[in-house]
DNA sequence: AAACTGGCCAACCGCCGGAAG
DNA sequence: ACTTCCGGCGGTTGGCCAGTT
């Protein structure tokens, strides 16, 4: 038997919120908080499915959000942090104040890859491109897919093996290390 | 002016880890 | 110890829009 889906599909919206779904669920977050996302939807009055509202509110409705246009200093500090803990786009959000994952995994996809590609470095391993090969097919490098999940596991660019909770404190060195330069 | 193309981004899907029973 | 459930995460999709042909 498998899991069992988070709600009842068939009596859920989907698709683009609207206003008045927004006020609804900033109005019940801000009466009685965040959390117990499975009953939030009915007690809110929402057709929604907990998890679509939980998403919601962190990528868009939270009031701590910065919006707006990433500056060159959270460019570099994206690539810097990618370089060294790989597509963990939350353990990156975590270091940038009022960015969330998914914004900053979308600007990468967006923006930063092109930019690492036209450094000729390769977005994946953050070496330069001549040392993957220089017959490589640029779209394998591209392509982002479970694939190279695994492989930025296995072949970490920094060398790491262990668990991204220990990355942290050799990430937080890096970071500092590199605001003394 | 219409058709096409590519970029952007909000939102969904499926999986995983951990908590609870 | 095992099963079920929930929250969280990363990958992917699809619609919208602006630029180009």
New binding site residues.
């Given amino acids: ?1 498998g ?2 889906p ?1 709600c009842e ?1 068939a009596h859920t ?5 609207t206003k008045e779904e927004d006020d609804r669920l900033i109005a019940y977050i801000r009466a009685h908080g ?6 939030l939807p009915k007690a809110a009055g929402l057709l ?5 509202c ?3 509110w ?3 409705l939270r009031p701590d959000l910065k919006r707006g246009n990433f500056t060159e200093e959270e460019d570099e500090l994206i690539i810097k942090l990618h370089s060294l803990l790989g ?5 990156i ?1 975590g270091r940038l104040p009022g960015r969330t ?3 900053i ?3 990468w ?3 930063i890859r ?1 930019k690492l590609l036209n450094r000729g470095i390769d977005p994946a391993t953050h070496r330069p491109l001549s040392e993957a090969g220089v017959h490589q097919d640029v779209s394998s490098t591209i392509s ?3 694939v ?2 695994e492989n ?1 596991k296995m072949n970490s660019p920094n060398g790491f093996v262990e668990t991204d909770e220990k990355k942290i404190p050799a990430v937080e060195e890096s970071l500092s290390r590199n605001g003394e330069n």
């Fill in positions: 038997m899991r069992s988070c599909k919206n989907k698709g683009a919120w965040e959390g117990c996302w499975r009953s929604r499915c907990g998890k679509s939980r998403l919601r962190i990528n868009y597509n963990k786009w939350s353990l959000a994952d998914n914004e995994k979308n600007y996809n967006t923006h092109r982002f897919n479970g190279k999940q930025d």
